[in-house]
Every structure is written in C-alpha cells, then in structure tokens.
C-alpha cells in the first residue's frame, strides 16, 4: 500500500481528520500529506491539521488544535452536559500572557487565569464529532462560574449545578470543595450546595 493510501485511510478512521503527528508516529514521512494536498485529496486546515476535502471537520478540535488551550465556562458545561443549550460563542481558557490566534477570532471569549491553576480540572473528552479535545470538568466549571457569577447567567448556574447534584453517579463533591478552596469560592459553593441538597 502506498504511503498517500496509508496516510487516507487513517483520515477515513480518524473521522476525516489527520494531524502531521499522527503521520509521523506511523512511520510516514510528512512530504506526503504535501504531495496528497497538492493534488487536492486532502485540505492543510492550518499548521499540522489536515481534513478530507468537502469535509465540515470538528470545529471544536480545528480551534484549539495545537495551542494550549482549555474549553472552558459553557461550552464544557455542554459537553459534559450541564447546559440546555448549544453555545454561540465559545469559551476557551488560556494561561495569563496568552497572545495568539484565539484573540482575534469574533466568536471567542477567552479567560485568563495564572499557570498555577490553568491544568485545574483539566481532562480529555470527545467532542461532538469525536475528536478529543480538553476542557474542564463539572467541579471546575462550577466553581469558575460561581467566581464570576456577576458576569454569568443565574438560569445557566442554577442549571449546572442542580443536574451535576442530581447525577450521582459521576458527581465528585469532595473535589468540588477542594476547588472551591484553590479558587477562592468555597462560600458561593457552600451556599448552593445547602440550598439544592
């Protein structure tokens, strides 16, 4: 099998996507996703990211694709399930300093947060179109949401925290007071969780 038909059908089981990564770790030099772009087999997204042509992608893994970036606020509420709706703008945290790409793109909230607690909650799941991409978990999104309340939608907290109360299963109340603490909103947090339990 040649390397172009190697390197499709790894597009073909990947959900019609490859990274230049990927190629390599299978042994196939990157000159062939060059020479599959340029007889339009395949289209380069941006540096590294490559997608079947006519393909809608996962946009959720083309925006934070090789960057250090988490999803963050309501768009990790939706993808773990804790948001009615499908979000419009998407949230996304970076580490203080952070001045890339992200910045410019319209539909893009970006928060800052300092290094020490950027990975907090941090974990890997499937997007939508089956890509993995990070975001945080329920317990960190509660609390961020709870730090800026202010700024945030009560309907969309109170929806967040009364389904992750009401999933037993998969909620972590120990790690929810432990980030409350690092993150400076373990009152807010007591306070819901006397109210809703």
Not at 55 to 71: K, S, V
Request: glycine share 6%; with cysteine.
């Amino acid at each position: 099998m040649s390397k172009e038909k190697q390197i499709l059908n790894l597009i073909k089981v990947n959900n019609g996507i490859i990274t230049s990564k990927e190629v390599s770790k299978h042994g196939i030099n990157r000159i062939f996703l060059t020479r599959l772009v340029k007889s339009g087999k395949i289209e380069r997204v941006k540096k590294g990211l490559y997608v079947l042509p006519n393909t809608w992608g996962d946009e959720y893994f083309n925006l934070i694709y090789g960057i250090n970036a988490i999803f963050s606020y309501d768009t990790a509420l939706y993808f773990l399930g804790l948001c009615e709706t499908v979000p419009i703008i998407y949230h996304i945290t970076v580490c203080r300093g952070y001045n890339g790409k992200l910045n410019h793109v319209d539909n893009v909230k970006l928060h800052f947060v300092k290094k020490g607690i950027f990975e907090l909650g941090k974990i890997e799941i499937k997007s939508p179109q089956g890509q993995i991409i990070t975001c945080y978990n329920a317990e960190r999104c509660i609390c961020d949401l709870l730090k800026n309340r202010n700024k945030e939608d009560l309907e969309t907290i109170k929806y967040a925290i009364t389904e992750y109360l009401r999933d037993k299963q998969n909620r972590d109340l120990p790690k929810l007071v432990e980030y409350s603490k690092r993150l400076n909103v373990e009152n807010e947090v007591n306070r819901y969780l006397e109210v809703l339990m």
